[in-house]
Each structure stands twice: as C-alpha cells, then as structure tokens.
C-alpha cells in the first residue's frame, strides 16, 4: 500500500487513510446511539472507497499525484527508521532498474551493492531521523543497477505522519553529474593555464641561456682547434645543450608560446609523411592501418608542429601496445589513424569541443596496447608526467600535442579502458573551402 493520507472531517470525528491503514478519531457529542453505530459502519467505508478510487476529500486525485511524484526528474522517496522504503518515484526506480511498486518494502541494498554507498545513506538516514533535523548532502555518489556511478546532491528531511508516531526519513536526490563534469573540466582547463604559464616563462628564460651557451661552445670549437681533450668536453656540452633546447621547445610549444607557421595544410598529406618514418619505428612489433575517410582535410596551421603531433601519439600508441602484447604484439598489435569530417552538431558530446567552427576534422589513434587507468586520463597532459622508465620518456610528447592543438584552436580527448586499449583523438577546425 501507499503511503498517501486521506483526510474526511466533519462535525464530529476525523478519519485518515495512512499506508493502507485506517485511523479515525470520533467525539460522538451528540449523537445518537443509531448515529454513531452509523459513523463507525460509514465512515470507514466511505473511506476505503474513496482511497480506493483514488480520490481525495480535496478534490486532489491519487493518480494525478502518483502522476506529478514520478514526473519529478529528482529521485523522491521515504524510508523509514529500517531504511525501508515507503515511498518512491520512477526516477529512482529507473536508478535501480526497476518499478516503483518493486521498490516499496525494500531496501537499498536489494538494489546497490557499495558498501560505502550503503553505509553513507544509512547513516545519513539515521541522523536525520535521530536528529529531527534536515541534511544536506552537496554532493554523493549513486551506483545504478548497470554498475553506472554518478552524482547527485541530496537533501534529507524528518518525516513525521501523525505527531508522536514513527520518524520517517524523506529524501530528493538531483543528479549533478552535468555541473560536476563541467567543474572538474574548467579546474583541469585552469590548473594546465597556470602550469602553462609557469612553464613558458621558465622555458622562455632558460632559451636565452641556451642560446648563449650554444654560441659560446661554437667559439669554443674553433678556439680549441687542435686540441683534442678540451674538443670533446665542448662537444659533450653542446650535446646536452641542444637536448635541453629540445625539451624547452617542448616546453614552449605546451604553452602555446614557440613561433609556428600558419597555412593551409592537408592532414592527410602529413599523415603520408610520417608514414614511412613510423612504419620502420613499429620494427614489426605492431601493425600500423590508415582509415583516412575525411574527404578533404584542410586545415590551417604549422606543418612541422602537426607531424610533431602525429609522431607523438603513433610512438605512445606503439609503446602501449609493446607493454600489453610484449614480444607477441608483432601478431596481435594494432595502431589505426583515422580520420572524418564531422560537423559541429556530431561533436557535441565530444570533451573539449572548440569554442569555434562548424565543421573539423576529427583524427583518432586508436590501440588495443594496455590502456590507462581512469584516474590518468588527465594528468597525462601535464608536463613531465610519464609512466615509462627513467630514459624511456620525457612525459613532455602529449603536454607538448596539448599546446599544439590548442593553438591550432582544436581539443583534444583522451578515452582509455585499462589493460584493453586506448583512443586518442583531436578535433581541428576544418578551413573553410
Ligand atoms: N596510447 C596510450 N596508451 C596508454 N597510455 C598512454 C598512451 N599515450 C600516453 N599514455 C600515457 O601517458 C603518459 C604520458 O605520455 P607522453 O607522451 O606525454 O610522455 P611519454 O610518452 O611518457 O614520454 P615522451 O613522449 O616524452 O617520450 C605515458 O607515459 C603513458 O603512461
Ligand atoms: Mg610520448
């Protein structure tokens, strides 16, 4: 039965329908004896036909109401001190994968199997009905029947159905997944401007200097000429000039601050170029496909810093696919570069769709190599952050594709599953023909 109440007064008693259980209270002044035989035989009747038929004494109907509860998009319901639940609506039965009527007389964890989930709504439960007091909750994790775990903010109340009697708990959760999504993407589009900024001014200074001990050691070759030992050293110092010069190009190019080209340039055609070069990297150990679909991949920008691109997620994609497949993944590895055009209304769930353009080209390298834990999916755009050994990698390849994208007013997502494979694709607008 229901938890809805019904209400019939009149001059001389109250009745109330409550949970399928009927109460009423009866002064009896004045009756006669045929009267109040007749209140107590009535009235119930009246009652349990009015409930029903779902009507009640206001006029209100129990359909329209059971209507308005479920199509409220908020999870609405009623537990009480067992955590049993009295009252739900069809936002939270489609939760739990199930139907309303299902749910009542159950509890949540017929329902959801998190244990921590479990233990915080019970306790938020207790303390609200222990308390008589309202909780807030800002924001909480629910797990759906389908595994699926997302946000929502929670607002619990006491619930009281006749004074003195049992403390209900009532509760409406709002899913804030959307807000919580954008959130933590404007925190993460922050925190890489700040790092950004950082590392550019560093990279700018530290390019002077460069610029000057690389000067000094081309004097210094012609000034030792004829003598071998000191020849070596300076040989040895521009080596290690010219790779920090490399990493502060990297550096630079993250923050959007190294000088680049702009002009019309075929992605297609750079992808051709890199071909060859990343074939003979693979050395057999993996298979490298080309799906290059977009009909025509014009875009605007530096032709150098685009092949950079290129080359940088081919070689990830290759070492992922040698840390899961190891000597076997000359059979079973697979790299794809893929290629679309894509308008801007089949992007919109895309990650970081550009603020501007109507039309991109969309290119993916996709790997069945051995993925990234969720909680990497963002950091890997952070400078020096790697998983590789020390001599293995820089971690500066994705931050450096990050500026890079971002300065040919792109974006960049990263969507990996651990131990299966990973996709990284890049929206670039298209230029206009
Ligand atoms: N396709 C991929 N699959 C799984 N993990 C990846 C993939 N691409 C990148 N990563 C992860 O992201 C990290 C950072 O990549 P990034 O290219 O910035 O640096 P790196 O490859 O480690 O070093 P570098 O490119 O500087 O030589 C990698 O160490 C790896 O953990
Ligand atoms: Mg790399």
Redesign the pocket.
């Known amino acids: 039965m229901t938890s809805y109440i019904i209400f019939l007064t009149c001059t001389f008693g109250i009745i109330a329908i409550y949970a399928g259980l009927i109460a009423f209270e009866f002064s009896g002044n004045g009756l006669t004896a045929y009267q109040e035989l007749l209140v107590f035989a009535i009235f119930p009747l009246i009652a349990l036909a009015s409930h029903q038929y779902g009507y009640w004494s206001g006029g209100v109907s129990r359909r329209f109401l059971r209507k308005v509860i479920d199509a409220v998009p908020s999870m609405l319901f009623v537990k009480d001190r067992q955590g049993r639940f009295k009252l739900a609506n069809q936002a939270l039965a489609d939760v739990y994968g199930t139907t309303v009527t299902d749910i009542i007389g159950k509890k949540d964890k017929d329902f959801n199997q998190d244990i921590e989930e479990l233990d915080h709504f019970s306790s938020d439960d207790l303390h609200v009905i222990e308390n008589l007091e309202d909780k807030f909750i800002p924001e909480e994790e629910v797990t759906d029947w389908k595994g699926v775990t997302r946000w929502y903010q929670t607002v619990k109340r006491p619930l009281q159905f006749v004074p003195g009697g049992d403390v209900h708990v009532l509760g409406v959760a709002t899913d804030i997944n959307e807000t919580k999504r954008l959130q933590t993407e404007l925190l993460q589009a922050q925190k890489m401007e700040a790092i950004g900024q950082l590392a550019g001014g560093i990279a700018h200074d530290f390019n002077n200097l460069l610029t000057a001990i690389l000067g000094h050691t081309q004097l210094l070759k012609i000034l030792a000429q004829g003598q071998e030992e000191i020849l070596r050293s300076v040989n040895l110092v521009e080596i290690a000039a010219n790779q920090a010069a490399q990493l502060t190009a990297?550096l630079l190019a993250f923050a959007r601050k190294g000088k680049h080209q702009n002009k019309a340039v075929n992605l297609h055609e750079i992808i051709e170029e890199c071909k060859l070069f990343l074939e003979r990297a693979m050395k057999g150990h993996s298979k490298l496909h080309h799906d290059l679909q977009a009909e025509t991949a014009m875009v605007m920008g530096d032709p150098i810093q685009l092949q950079q691109v290129i080359m940088?997620?081919v070689?990830?994609?290759k070492?992922?696919v040698e840390?899961k497949w190891e000597s076997d993944a000359g059979e079973k590895g697979e790299i794809i570069v893929k290629t679309r055009s894509k308008s801007r209304e089949e992007c919109l769930d895309f990650e970081d769709l550009p603020k501007s353009g109507e039309r991109f080209i969309e290119l993916s390298?996709i790997?069945n190599?051995?993925?990234?834990p969720q909680d990497?999916t963002t950091?890997?755009?952070e400078p020096f952050?790697?998983?590789?050994e020390p001599g293995?990698?820089?971690?500066?390849?994705?931050?450096?594709?990050f500026g890079i994208v971002k300065s040919h007013g792109g974006g960049i997502a990263?969507r990996?599953e651990e131990g299966q494979?990973?996709v990284?694709t890049i929206l670039l607008p298209k230029l206009n023909e």
């Open positions: 990297k940088n997620l070689l990830n994609a070492d992922a840390l390298v790997d190599g051995c993925g990234a990497l950091k890997i755009f952050f790697t998983t590789k293995k990698g820089t971690g500066m390849g994705l931050p450096m594709v990263f990996s494979g990973s990284m």
